[in-house]
């Protein structure tokens, strides 16, 4: 279960700062270099053949890590037992729609703009999963446990810099679509006294 992300440093990194309203911040401050675009696109190629697995072994080890990840989602919170999990076909295909986003960020590096609004909605859709934005710095770290034994000899700090910045970046976006869907909600829910009643002042 251990994996050794350039120790304590990197764990913080992929803390709980930057929650909240800081989000776009924390997204504009996660800038990603050329070279780091070219070595995340390089990398992707190899870790794509492995799409399945790297999606089941990122949310075992997120459930492990952090239970409380497990209790948003309704079909997997009953389950004790994670290694029935590496098995189950409902977390495979999670899993898969997990890697699919990454694979769309992957290839939208070079266009932030489409990446920023595909972020954007994503976050906002996590409102509605009730998976608040504390949580999603932890996929990131999984993710990159999980794709180091692919990699081999090929994953270097250079390229962990790269892919955490990405997923900085991702869910640092991720963050501000789910506050603004938050803010949203909330301006819809306000009582109808606190509404002003066009009707009744039309009379
Ligand atoms: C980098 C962080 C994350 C990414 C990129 C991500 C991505 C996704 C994607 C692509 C989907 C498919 C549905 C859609 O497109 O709206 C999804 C669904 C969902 N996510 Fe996330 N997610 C992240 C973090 C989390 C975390 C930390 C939790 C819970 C603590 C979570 C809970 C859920 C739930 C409950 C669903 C709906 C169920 C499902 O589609 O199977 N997500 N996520």
């Known amino acids: 279960m251990g994996c050794a992300i350039s120790g304590l440093a990197a764990k913080a990194e992929f803390g709980e700062r930057n929650t909240g309203d800081d989000a776009a911040a ?12 070219q070595m995340i696109k390089e990398s992707w190629k190899v870790i794509r053949d492995d799409i399945a697995k790297v999606g ?6 997120l459930f492990e ?18 290694e029935r999990l590496r098995s189950s076909r409902e977390l495979r295909a999670h899993g898969l729609r997990v890697m699919s986003f990454i694979e769309k960020s992957v ?28 949580y999603y710095s932890y996929v ?3 993710f990159i446990c999980a794709v180091q034994p692919i990699l081999k000899e090929r994953w270097t700090a250079e390229l962990e810099e790269a892919w955490k910045t990405m997923f900085q ?3 640092g ?16 829910a306000v009582s109808p006294k606190e509404r002003p009643d066009k009707r009744s002042t039309a009379l």
């Open 26 to 37: 924390s997204a504009a401050a996660a800038y990603l270099r050329e070279d780091q675009i």
């Open 56 to 61: 089941i072994i990122m949310f075992v080890r």
């Open 65 to 82: 890590t952090h239970p409380e990840c497990k209790d948003v989602f309704f079909l997997f919170r009953d389950v004790e037992d994670l």
């Open 107 to 134: 290839a939208r590096l070079d266009q932030l703009e489409r990446l920023d609004a595909l972020a954007l909605e994503l976050g906002k859709s996590h409102y509605h999963y009730n998976a608040p934005p504390k």
């Open 140 to 142: 990131g770290a999984e």
């Open 169 to 171: 970046y991702v869910t």
């Open 173 to 188: 976006l991720m963050k501000q679509g789910y506050q603004e869907e938050s803010n949203r909600q909330r301006h819809l």
